[in-house]
């Protein structure tokens, strides 16, 4: 997919990864990006930042992905490329609370569901469409100390693959972005954030490069760090 003249929203774009991806997005020539986000401050600040549209919604919840899809193709005609970006990590372990568990399924892979089933019927009827959904290299391989976040992060990439096979002959393209540690709040603090920056902590500028390039070549897999391809093979060892 080429990015220049497309419509496309970025959930979770009010910092990190999603953020970075608006710029990178506009620098390359998108029509219009809607930035959405649950923090109506910092999604405002990255749209007066970058000159794009700035909703709030809370991806967790089915209404607020509807609403957002059903505004944005109002306003924009139709929504070209949707990047299911947000995401949370909580959840360290297999005795951790039931509501860290629950929360970190209905953000990490509901939305990514509920962005489907408001979409993909739009885009089939208007000959195809694409999506990106940030997963994490967590979703190929694990995270120690986060369980959740390794196990949602695979239920992820396993819809992900489920959309990609069931509609690509109705034109629905899908790309899985799955890095290692990126420099966000994300990683800011956590332990669980050393064992995956053993290959060094990334740039959220470098990894948007990485996700145009793969948009661009139409990957499954978006890989910005080269060596989880290895990682992945060594699973099979």
Not at 11 to 39: C, H, M, P, W, Y
Not at 139 to 163: D, P, R
Not at 189 to 212: N, R, W
Request: charged share 20%; glycine share 10%.
């Amino acid at each position: 997919m080429e990015i220049k003249g497309k419509n496309i929203v970025v959930t979770g774009a009010g910092s990190g990864i999603g953020r970075a991806l608006v710029k990178k997005f506009i620098d390359e020539g998108a029509a219009q990006i809607i930035a959405a986000d649950i923090n109506a401050a910092n999604v405002q600040q990255t749209a007066d930042d970058y000159g794009c549209i700035a909703k709030t919604a809370n991806v967790a919840e089915e209404g607020d992905v509807a609403r957002l899809i059903e505004e944005t193709e109002s306003e924009t005609g139709a929504i070209d490329l949707f990047c299911s970006n947000a995401g949370i990590g909580m959840g360290p372990s297999e005795q951790s609370p039931n509501e860290e568990w629950q929360m970190s399924w209905d953000v990490n892979v509901m939305s990514h569901v509920y962005a489907a089933r408001h979409l993909v019927p739009r885009m089939i009827a208007r000959g195809g469409g694409y999506f990106m959904n940030t997963a994490s290299a967590a979703g190929l391989l694990n995270q120690i100390g986060g369980a959740s976040y390794g196990v949602t992060k695979h239920a992820a990439v396993g819809f992900g693959e489920w959309l990609a096979l069931t509609y690509a002959h109705q034109g629905i393209k899908v790309s899985m972005l799955c890095p290692q540690a990126v420099r966000t709040a994300m990683t800011s603090d956590a332990e669980a954030s050393k064992v995956a920056a053993i290959d060094g902590m990334m740039e959220p500028e470098t990894l948007a490069d990485s996700v145009v390039e793969g948009l661009a070549a139409e990957s499954f897999l978006i890989l910005p760090h080269g060596e989880v391809a290895q990682y992945m093979r060594n699973k099979t060892r």
